[in-house]
């Protein structure tokens, strides 16, 4: 079974850039969720999709990151602009039901 | 409000030794856990995990957890560690309610390995 893909593994942009980060989930799993890990700290969640709805996004910074999950299978998360303090790993889970999340590899991101 | 708390920031064994590594939560209502390993430049790999049931779980790679509720405690245990096992370990508390599933991870413990 593939696990959770993720691209890209690394990006370097300087700040107010855009970037973009894709994820395709496992297969059959409809939640899928988008992690921000910061050097030294555990991932803190940043958005939910329960199929191609939103189910959380209590954590997500309206006003720079945005995501979507159009036909409920992958997604993309976006910031623009981006900050120093964007400079993290971003994490995609997927999970099927109350079960576990998978994890994919993460994208670091690096923001001069 | 949902907390987990890992008190060792990081921690030295010899190859061969046992390990436990500490974990503690702050939960309402009965908690689902987990314990994730992440290696360098990698993802978070799933361990373990406890929804119910008997309070002594078995994971991969020979770990296991035991949830303590008088303790509010899920200790990540392995009677013989080997030199693959340096890597950084997660504990989290799953707060599920209606289509909500969201992970609260703790800090994490960096777990180094001497020959």
């Known amino acids: 079974e593939a696990g959770v893909a993720q691209s890209p593994r690394y990006k370097i942009i300087e700040k107010r850039q855009s970037v973009a980060f894709w994820c395709n989930p496992i297969?059959?799993?409809?939640?899928l969720y988008w992690y921000q890990q910061i050097l030294g700290q555990g991932p803190k969640l940043l958005i939910q999709?329960?199929?191609?709805?939103?189910?959380?996004d209590s954590q997500l910074p309206k006003d720079r990151f945005s995501a979507e999950r159009l036909k409920g299978v992958d997604s993309t998360l976006k910031i623009q602009p981006a900050k120093l303090e964007d400079s993290a790993v971003y994490l995609c889970?997927?999970?099927?039901?109350?079960?576990?999340?998978?994890f994919g590899p993460g994208t670091r991101l690096t923001v001069l | 409000a949902q907390s987990v708390t890992q008190p060792d920031i990081h921690i030295t064994v010899s190859e061969g030794a046992s390990l436990e590594l500490r974990c503690n939560y702050s939960?309402?209502?009965?908690?689902?856990l987990f314990w994730y390993v992440q290696s360098p430049g990698q993802g978070l790999q799933l361990l373990l995990k406890?929804?119910?049931?008997?309070?002594l779980v078995q994971g991969i790679k020979g770990f296991e957890a035991e949830f303590k509720r008088s303790q509010s405690s899920f200790n990540l245990r392995k009677p013989s560690v080997h030199w693959s096992d340096a890597a950084e370990y997660f504990c989290?508390?799953?707060?599920?309610?209606?289509?909500?599933?969201?992970?609260?991870f703790g800090t994490g413990t960096l777990l180094a390995v001497q020959p």
């Open positions: 889970a997927s999970s099927s039901g109350t079960s576990a999340q998978f």
């Open positions: 999709f329960q199929n191609n709805g939103v189910v959380d």
């Open positions: 406890y929804f119910s049931g008997d309070t």
């Open positions: 939960y309402g209502a009965t908690p689902y």
């Open positions: 297969s059959g799993h409809a939640t």
């Open positions: 989290a508390v799953g707060l599920y309610g209606g289509a909500t599933n969201k992970l609260i």
